[in-house]
């Protein structure tokens, strides 16, 4: 019998749904449960490409005498941390504090008021490693919940207490300025692994916006060791394992220091960030691998995550069937010598191995090798090695392939549809815009209400139950901004404007201008969730920042810029100490620092040949945050329009920052210039 689940949109919630486990979704109904039973509650936390997420649920909730001890004795609720960022983020520092580390799944246990009072993540079935069995932890919060129940909820309380009075060091609210942003820098340089890219040890994960950061730094300043740095990570990235050298697109991180071996999930965010990371790093180097890589990556999001209804699905599965039957993390992109023989024949075997670094002994596990692209002597047929990878790819498009998680978050689309538009303007694919385009409607159609409230997630084109947490409105927005300039089309600015309309009210602490990751009138957990630092994606406070100055200089709304400067005041405080971990928000400095700069191009019409070069040329522009407008001479559908005439009866751009403006210019190579590119 199915459990409570199988009523749930979230493809995480459906794959527990045949579990015997009694789950509960995260609901009152729960807690008035556990209230009137008397019995404490199991949280899990997870999402549906978590390796030991799957892992737990096959050894423990699938397993029936585990499971009519948990439905004894606990009510237990299963949540997806993708739909519920909001409950996974309260309980997640709760465990980090109490036990110095966190991860998924995150297992706790709580009071039926939803009070933690014991933690943890995964637990084997068997003890292991030092750590306890699942059913040792089961019958020792048990027997503490039976035997020392006042106990127990003096322990929930003080962690209560203790979470309420962690409210972030908020410092000055003022942005950061040249000297914090050097030293951000310098404390990046220091963490740098100049022998590999990137930053810091195993595991090593994509460091996309701190990237961002360096290509903006190095535009604004010059700083050539910023674009260094930049450039050479993204190479080596590009090179990895981490990187799908057959189908294009990025895992979710490295397990060593060298890219090699990756942990395979592919995450939606990670790919949209990391394409218009290397489409910003051919804008500003023409590096003909970082053209092709942004352009791979967006073709993979388009082939393998776009859905029916036009948006981008969540995530691609680690682990797939291997052929026998068995789940097995790789399975799917790993190549042994024998399996390219197999396919390609001895002779181009031999190459395919040598050119992606397939080995005898492999690098991965059982003697199999994930591809990479080493460093070779020599050159390479090109049509020879094209072959080879058509042949590979279509060769593997026959094996099991990962499970998707279907959902449409709102956030990681917004992040999607910048990257598409924006790559799609540069490397002049109309196809991808028209991709990013499609997404935006679908957001705007499905999660927005007329309210222009905007719901996290949806599913097959119906709306999920969950409200839209901070970092959905910054980067849905974001998302709606980059449309606007790429495509002239005001009504994505419009939308933007009431997306940020919600940030202010509803996001914004007035008196302090920080920003909370919850609306002021969303269900009240045991405390308010307000993280600033950028982890795997933007934080909701660094994306806001970035949005509302964008939106600011595209329309002169000094509340918006007011708001982003405020809001740039955390950036200030911990840019310069721990600036692997705000990123985005160092990126934005850089913006308002530059400006950030507002170029408006005028034609006869968007589709006139030279309006359109000009129009390319300023979105090729690589000055930090440059917000670009285009379209009909003194036209309304965008504000920096507005006055704006052709001069000399030819297509004009104007350039302004800080309330000064250039002189207007027909020549694009007068406008490239104006805007660093």
């Given at each position: 019998m199915p459990n409570r689940l199988a009523h749930e949109t979230s493809p995480y919630l459906?794959?527990?749904?045949?579990?015997?486990?009694?789950?509960?979704?995260?609901?009152?109904?729960?807690?008035?449960?556990?209230?009137?039973?008397?019995?404490?509650?199991?949280?899990?936390?997870?999402?549906s490409s978590c390796h030991w997420c799957h892992v737990m649920a096959h050894e423990s909730f699938e397993d029936q005498v585990t499971a009519d001890y948990l439905n004894e004795h606990f009510v237990s609720v299963k949540v997806d941390r993708e739909e519920r960022p909001d409950v996974d983020a309260v309980y997640m520092e709760a465990v980090q504090a109490a036990t110095g580390q966190g991860g998924w799944p995150m297992t706790v246990f709580l009071t039926p008021d939803a009070e933690p009072f014991y933690f943890g993540t995964y637990f084997p079935p068997q003890p292991r490693s030092g750590m306890p069995s699942f059913r040792e932890v089961l019958e020792g919060v048990r027997a503490a919940w039976a035997d020392r129940r006042d106990e127990v909820a003096e322990v929930a309380q003080k962690i209560v207490r203790d979470l309420a009075g962690r409210e972030i060091e908020y410092g000055a609210a003022e942005a950061p300025g040249e000297e914090e942003q050097a030293r951000a820098l310098l404390g990046l340089t220091r963490e740098y692994d100049a022998q590999r890219g990137g930053f810091g040890g195993a595991p090593k994960f994509p460091p996309s916006m701190v990237l961002e950061f360096l290509l903006r730094h190095s535009a604004r300043t010059g700083a050539?060791?910023?674009?260094?740095?930049?450039?050479?990570?993204?190479?080596?990235?590009?090179?990895?394992?981490?990187?799908?050298?057959?189908?294009?697109?990025?895992?979710?991180?490295?397990?060593?220091?060298?890219?090699?071996?990756?942990?395979?999930?592919?995450?939606?965010?990670?790919?949209?960030?990391?394409?218009?990371?290397?489409?910003?790093?051919?804008?500003a180097t023409g590096a003909e691998l970082a053209r092709r890589i942004a352009l791979e990556t967006a073709d993979f999001m388009v082939r393998e995550l776009r859905t029916v209804e036009g948006g981008f699905a969540s995530a691609l599965d680690a682990d797939s069937?291997?052929?026998?039957?068995?789940?097995?993390?790789?399975?799917?992109?790993?190549?042994?010598?024998?399996?390219?023989?197999?396919?390609?024949?001895?002779?181009?075997?031999?190459?395919?191995?040598?050119?992606?670094?397939?080995?005898?002994?492999?690098?991965?596990?059982?003697?199999?090798?994930?591809?990479?692209?080493?460093?070779?002597?020599?050159?390479?047929?090109?049509?020879?090695?094209?072959?080879?990878?058509?042949?590979?790819?279509?060769?593997?498009?026959?094996?099991?392939?990962?499970?998707?998680?279907?959902?449409?978050?709102?956030?990681?689309?917004?992040?999607?549809?910048?990257?598409?538009?924006?790559?799609?303007?540069?490397?002049?694919?109309?196809?991808?815009?028209?991709?990013?385009?499609?997404?935006?409607?679908?957001?705007?159609?499905?999660?927005?209400?007329?309210?222009?409230?905007?719901?996290r997630t949806s599913k097959d084109g119906q709306v999920g139950a969950n409200a839209g947490v901070l970092e959905?409105?910054?980067?849905?927005?974001?998302?709606?901004?980059?449309?606007?300039?790429?495509t002239g089309e005001g009504v994505w600015l419009e939308f933007a404007g009431l997306l940020l309309d919600?940030?202010?009210?509803?996001?914004?602490?007035?008196?302090?201008?920080?920003?909370?990751?919850?609306?002021?009138?969303?269900?009240?957990?045991?405390?308010?969730?307000?993280?600033?630092?950028?982890?795997?994606v933007p934080s909701g406070w660094s994306a806001a920042a970035g949005a509302l100055l964008g939106y600011a200089a595209h329309t002169g709304s000094e509340p918006h810029r007011a708001a982003a400067e405020r809001a740039l005041g955390v950036v200030k405080a911990l840019g310069p100490r721990v600036p692997r971990f705000i990123g985005w928000g160092l990126a934005?400095?850089?913006?308002?620092?530059?400006?950030?700069?507002?170029?408006?191009?005028?034609?006869?019409?968007?589709?006139?040949?030279?309006?359109?070069?000009?129009?390319?040329?300023?979105l090729l522009g690589t000055a930090p945050g440059a917000v670009v407008a285009a379209g009909v001479a003194d036209s309304d559908e965008l504000p920096l329009l507005a006055g704006r005439i052709l001069?000399?009866?030819?297509?004009?751009?104007?350039?302004?920052?800080?309330?000064?403006?250039?002189?207007?210019?027909?020549?694009?190579?007068?406008?490239?210039?104006?805007?660093?590119g």
């Amino acid at each position: 019998m199915p459990n409570r689940l199988a009523h749930e949109t979230s493809p995480y919630l459906l794959q527990h749904a045949d579990n015997p486990v009694d789950w509960w979704p995260w609901s009152e109904e729960a807690f008035e449960e556990a209230r009137r039973s008397g019995k404490p509650v199991l949280l899990s936390v997870g999402y549906s490409s978590c390796h030991w997420c799957h892992v737990m649920a096959h050894e423990s909730f699938e397993d029936q005498v585990t499971a009519d001890y948990l439905n004894e004795h606990f009510v237990s609720v299963k949540v997806d941390r993708e739909e519920r960022p909001d409950v996974d983020a309260v309980y997640m520092e709760a465990v980090q504090a109490a036990t110095g580390q966190g991860g998924w799944p995150m297992t706790v246990f709580l009071t039926p008021d939803a009070e933690p009072f014991y933690f943890g993540t995964y637990f084997p079935p068997q003890p292991r490693s030092g750590m306890p069995s699942f059913r040792e932890v089961l019958e020792g919060v048990r027997a503490a919940w039976a035997d020392r129940r006042d106990e127990v909820a003096e322990v929930a309380q003080k962690i209560v207490r203790d979470l309420a009075g962690r409210e972030i060091e908020y410092g000055a609210a003022e942005a950061p300025g040249e000297e914090e942003q050097a030293r951000a820098l310098l404390g990046l340089t220091r963490e740098y692994d100049a022998q590999r890219g990137g930053f810091g040890g195993a595991p090593k994960f994509p460091p996309s916006m701190v990237l961002e950061f360096l290509l903006r730094h190095s535009a604004r300043t010059g700083a050539e060791g910023a674009l260094q740095m930049a450039q050479d990570t993204c190479e080596r990235m590009a090179r990895g394992g981490i990187y799908d050298q057959l189908g294009g697109g990025f895992a979710r991180y490295s397990v060593d220091r060298e890219w090699i071996v990756p942990h395979f999930e592919k995450m939606l965010y990670d790919n949209a960030l990391l394409c218009r990371v290397y489409a910003h790093l051919w804008r500003a180097t023409g590096a003909e691998l970082a053209r092709r890589i942004a352009l791979e990556t967006a073709d993979f999001m388009v082939r393998e995550l776009r859905t029916v209804e036009g948006g981008f699905a969540s995530a691609l599965d680690a682990d797939s069937d291997d052929g026998t039957g068995r789940h097995v993390e790789g399975a799917y992109y790993v190549w042994t010598p024998a399996q390219l023989a197999e396919v390609l024949g001895a002779e181009d075997a031999g190459l395919a191995a040598h050119y992606f670094g397939v080995t005898v002994e492999g690098t991965f596990e059982e003697g199999a090798s994930v591809l990479q692209l080493p460093q070779h002597e020599g050159v390479f047929d090109a049509e020879k090695v094209d072959s080879i990878k058509a042949r590979l790819l279509a060769a593997r498009g026959g094996r099991p392939t990962p499970g998707r998680d279907d959902k449409v978050v709102a956030a990681w689309n917004g992040l999607a549809i910048a990257a598409l538009a924006e790559t799609g303007a540069y490397c002049e694919r109309p196809d991808l815009v028209d991709a990013a385009l499609a997404a935006a409607d679908l957001l705007v159609r499905v999660h927005l209400d007329d309210r222009a409230h905007l719901a996290r997630t949806s599913k097959d084109g119906q709306v999920g139950a969950n409200a839209g947490v901070l970092e959905d409105y910054a980067d849905v927005a974001e998302g709606f901004l980059a449309l606007a300039s790429v495509t002239g089309e005001g009504v994505w600015l419009e939308f933007a404007g009431l997306l940020l309309d919600h940030v202010l009210t509803r996001f914004v602490d007035a008196e302090s201008g920080a920003l909370y990751d919850t609306a002021s009138d969303a269900e009240q957990l045991i405390r308010r969730p307000q993280d600033p630092t950028d982890n795997a994606v933007p934080s909701g406070w660094s994306a806001a920042a970035g949005a509302l100055l964008g939106y600011a200089a595209h329309t002169g709304s000094e509340p918006h810029r007011a708001a982003a400067e405020r809001a740039l005041g955390v950036v200030k405080a911990l840019g310069p100490r721990v600036p692997r971990f705000i990123g985005w928000g160092l990126a934005v400095a850089e913006a308002l620092l530059d400006g950030p700069r507002e170029v408006a191009v005028v034609g006869p019409s968007l589709g006139d040949p030279a309006t359109t070069v000009l129009h390319r040329t300023a979105l090729l522009g690589t000055a930090p945050g440059a917000v670009v407008a285009a379209g009909v001479a003194d036209s309304d559908e965008l504000p920096l329009l507005a006055g704006r005439i052709l001069v000399g009866g030819e297509p004009t751009a104007y350039v302004c920052r800080n309330f000064t403006c250039d002189a207007p210019t027909t020549d694009p190579e007068r406008l490239r210039v104006a805007l660093g590119g």
